[in-house]
């Protein structure tokens, strides 16, 4: 299973920017999907997550900013990004717990991290 995440780059205060990030290879299911992000010097914090059941929980910080969506057909997550700011300035890695057959168990992946700098 690979976590392969997408999207990221340099973007001015205030702009957006939509990161994506697509699960492949045996999966039977995933169940949640997120969002997290590690700025240098910091702990990794979660942005968002999201339930196969489309329910969304969010970080306080980027609350009323970001919209996280999943697409179960694709096995893919995103994550909407606006109003952004240069402390949003980090390496965003998405992650999935991935079921690969029938009645096994769930396995959390991570995605390989897309680099997202907000800076005028």
């Known amino acids: 299973v690979q976590l392969q995440a997408s999207g990221g780059g340099l973007v001015q205060p205030g702009g957006s920017l939509r990161l994506s990030c697509a699960a492949s290879?045996?999966?039977?299911?995933?169940?949640?999907m997120g969002w997290y992000r590690q700025a240098p010097g910091k702990q990794r914090e979660l942005v968002a997550s999201?339930?196969?059941?489309?329910?969304?929980n969010y970080g306080d910080s980027v609350k009323g900013r970001f919209i996280i969506s999943r697409d179960n057909a694709k096995n893919t997550v995103y994550l909407q990004m606006s109003s952004l700011k240069p402390d949003d300035t980090a390496v965003y890695y998405c992650?999935?717990?991935?079921?690969?057959?029938?009645?096994?168990?769930?396995?959390?992946?991570w995605g390989q991290g897309t680099l997202v700098t907000v800076s005028s």
């Open positions: 290879g045996a999966i039977y299911a995933v169940a949640i």
């Open positions: 992650n999935g717990d991935v079921q690969d057959h029938a009645a096994g168990s769930f396995y959390t992946y």
């Open positions: 999201i339930t196969a059941a489309q329910y969304a």
